[in-house]
C-alpha cells in the first residue's frame, strides 16, 4: 500500500489544459481544461474512445507537445519557460515511453536498443557499465536469452518487452505507454500487463496508461476517464 507521504510527492501537475488544431479555416478543440495531478508510484490508467484526446494528452503530459492553453509543472518545474534543449534533456532523463508499434530500430539488437536512452543521454558512466545494466533489464523482461537478436527476430510481445526494458534504462521517474497491447494477442497482453504491474509495485516506479482496452483500463489503481476533451476520476 501507498504511504501518505509517497501519495503527496507529485510528478507532474497539469492545469487547465487545452489543446486546438486548425484544419484549414476550421478549430478542433481536442482538449478542453484539463486538471491532472500524477504522483509518484501511481499506476494510472486513462480510458476512453479513440479519438477522445488520450494520446493528445499524454504527448502533453511526456512534454512531446505542447498545450495551446494552460500550465504543466514537471517536479515543480513549470515547462512552458524551458528551452526545447531542456525540455529534451528532462524527457531523456526523467520520462519513458512505451508505444502500441514498439518503434524500435530494425538494425540493433534488443541490448542495443535498450541500451540506446543512455547512450544519448549524457554522463560518465563507464559504457561497460550501462552495458551490463542492458542486460540486466532484458533479463528482467525475460529476454536475456535474446539480447542479440534483432526485432524482426521477435515476437510482438518481446519486442513490447524490449521496448519497456528501454523505458526504464535511464530510471525515469514516470513511464508513459500508449496503447501498450494494442498489437498483442491475449496471452502476451496479459504479460505485459502483469509485467506493468511488477514494476510498479516493486519498484515504485510510476506508470500511466492510455487506453480503449477497457481490461487493462481495469488494472490501474488509479483510474481515469476521457469523453469529449474532458478527463474526470472514476471510484
Known sequence: M???????QIIIQATGIGREYRIGKQVVSVLKNIDLTIYKHDFMTISGASGVGKSTLLHILGLLD???EGKIA??????????????AEIRNKSIGFIFQFFHLLPEFSAMENVLLPALMRRNTTPVKELKER?????????????MKHKPSELSGGEQQ??????AIMN???VIFADEPTGNLDSKASLEIQNLLYELND????TIVIVTHNTELAAIGRRKMHMSDGSIHELE
Open 171 to 173: 530510471k525515469p521517474d
Open 202 to 205: 516493486q519498484t515504485n516506479q
Open 161 to 166: 518487452r524490449v521496448a519497456i526494458a528501454r
Open 2 to 8: 501507498m504511504t501518505e507521504k509517497i501519495k503527496k
Open 134 to 146: 542492458s542486460k540486466a533489464l532484458l533479463d528482467k523482461v525475460g529476454l536475456s536469452h535474446r
Open 66 to 68: 505542447e498545450p495551446s
Open 74 to 87: 514537471f517536479q515543480g518545474i513549470e515547462i512552458q519557460s524551458l528551452s526545447n534543449a531542456r525540455k
